[in-house]
């Protein structure tokens, strides 16, 4: 995918329906993408892997209400 030819503003309201619609949805399409591009590994149980997973974990907890008020 060329990255130039991506309308950002369309990629930001697509994110922000998904987000809105179903916050575990986009957070397991985010783990599928950083598994695929093996940024991480879910079949490996590493310090790095676990961390980037707690991460992600940490900004829906932080953020889900603000993801449910959007709605």
């Given at each position: 995918?060329?990255?130039?030819?991506?309308?950002?503003?369309?990629?930001?309201?697509?994110?922000?329906?998904?987000?809105?619609?179903?916050?575990?949805?986009?957070?397991?399409?985010?783990?599928?993408?950083?598994?695929?591009?093996?940024?991480?590994?879910?079949?490996?149980?590493?310090?790095?892997?676990?961390?980037?997973?707690?991460?992600?974990?940490?900004?829906?907890?932080?953020?889900?209400e603000v993801f449910?008020?959007?709605?």
């Amino acid at each position: 995918m060329n990255i130039e030819k991506v309308d950002k503003e369309v990629l930001k309201s697509v994110i922000t329906e998904v987000l809105i619609e179903n916050p575990n949805y986009f957070k397991e399409i985010l783990t599928e993408i950083l598994s695929e591009n093996s940024i991480i590994d879910p079949k490996v149980k590493n310090n790095r892997s676990s961390r980037l997973k707690e991460m992600i974990q940490e900004d829906f907890d932080k953020y889900g209400e603000v993801f449910k008020s959007l709605a």
